[in-house]
């Protein structure tokens, strides 16, 4: 659930329920590494610019199963930010997955090679 301001759609607050710390603390961490990239006329360099000014999470209270995510920007819509901050933070957790799954293949095929390393 989104509780945000109709003037400005740069801020807003999201409700997730049935969530604790795990989720929170993650899409906080995404949320934070939300760049626009600009790149100069000559291409000399690069230049990232943050899309969120402000991001935090709380949690009411210990006995209810929510989290309040707060997403203020730099200009881009809230959700928009958040939702593209949730696509990253899944890619991520896919590439931690096949990492893993790799690895563990890797160790079911020859045990004795992972053990000398």
């Given at each position: 659930m989104e509780h945000g301001s109709v003037r400005d759609p740069s801020s807003a607050t999201?409700?997730?329920?049935?969530?604790d710390h795990t989720l929170a603390n993650s899409v906080r961490f995404a949320l934070n590494q939300e760049y626009l990239l600009y790149s100069t006329v000559l291409l000399i360099f690069n230049i990232y610019i943050p899309r969120v000014s402000f991001c935090g999470y709380s949690i009411p209270h210990p006995s209810d199963a929510k989290v309040n995510i707060r997403v203020q920007t730099t200009g881009d819509p809230a959700r928009e930010v958040l939702k593209d901050a949730c696509q990253n933070l899944m890619m991520m957790c896919q590439h931690v997955r096949s990492t893993l799954d790799k690895a563990v293949d890797d160790y079911r095929r020859n045990?004795?090679?992972m053990d000398t390393k």
């Open positions: 999201f409700c997730f329920v049935d969530e045990p004795t090679d």
